[in-house]
């Protein structure tokens, strides 16, 4: 059974702190690692990741997956109040003609002013 | 705007009703997904279509049937729900591609209240 697990699963810092949140998983036939950010609704898009050691950065966001450890990173830097949000982590791999994604429950991040 | 859209965004029904949810992809995308996302649970994947035919069923009640008449419209049919049912219901889709490392572009949801 496919296993994705997040953490922490909450976490309150401060503006302008750094946060590392944290996802291991365990699924069959893995193809890449999708970061996404959900605040209210439907959960965004942030990054994908298919080689380990590749840093991916977006501004104050960046990733890196671990392909041995099974492991996969999130930082945030310099928080601002905007990224408070669920973060989900979601492993996702072929299986019979279409991508299957596994989602974890989230790290849910909130940024006090 | 991710090119997924969903309709209606809110739905109040009673344990007897019949309603739909509906979702449409503006992407050219071949595979479209229902989720169900209930308070503190993950994100849980009830249905799959590829080209117009359901590859997976992850075991859904049946009050919960799928509609997909073409690669861009899926439909969610709801009859005999149970409050238990009450959720955010995702849509999503993707290309349908081996090959290709692609994401699922989602829809913002219909928010469903099951009195």
């Known amino acids: 059974e496919d296993k994705v697990v997040q953490s922490p699963l909450s976490l309150v810092v401060h503006e302008g702190d750094t946060v590392t949140l944290n996802c291991s998983y365990e699924?069959?036939?893995?193809?890449?690692l999708l970061w996404y950010k959900q605040e209210k609704k439907a959960p965004t898009f942030l990054f994908m990741l298919?080689?380990?050691?590749i840093e991916k950065k977006s501004g104050r966001l960046s990733s890196i997956l671990d392909k041995k450890e099974l492991f996969s990173i999130l930082n945030i830097t310099a928080t601002q109040t905007g990224d408070s949000a669920i973060y989900l982590c979601?492993?996702?791999?072929?299986?019979?003609?279409?991508?299957?994604?596994?989602f974890g429950t989230g790290t849910k991040l909130q940024v006090i002013p | 705007e991710t090119g997924v859209t969903q309709t209606p965004r809110h739905l109040v029904m009673g344990m007897t009703n019949k309603k739909s949810l509906k979702c449409e992809q503006h992407l050219g995308h071949n595979a479209m997904y229902w989720y169900k996302q209930s308070a503190k649970k993950p994100l849980e994947l009830m249905f799959v279509y590829s080209l117009e035919e359901r590859v997976e069923n992850n075991s859904v009640p049946s009050r919960f049937s799928p509609e997909c008449p073409n690669s861009s419209h899926l439909f969610l049919h709801l009859h005999t729900l149970q409050p238990e049912d009450s959720a955010l219901y995702l849509c999503a889709s993707s290309r349908d591609r081996l090959a290709g490392l692609e994401t699922q572009y989602f829809g913002p949801g219909t928010r469903l209240l099951v009195l």
């Open positions: 699924v069959t036939n893995f193809r890449s």
């Open positions: 298919t080689s380990s050691g």
């Open positions: 979601a492993p996702s791999l072929n299986s019979g003609g279409y991508q299957k994604v596994t």
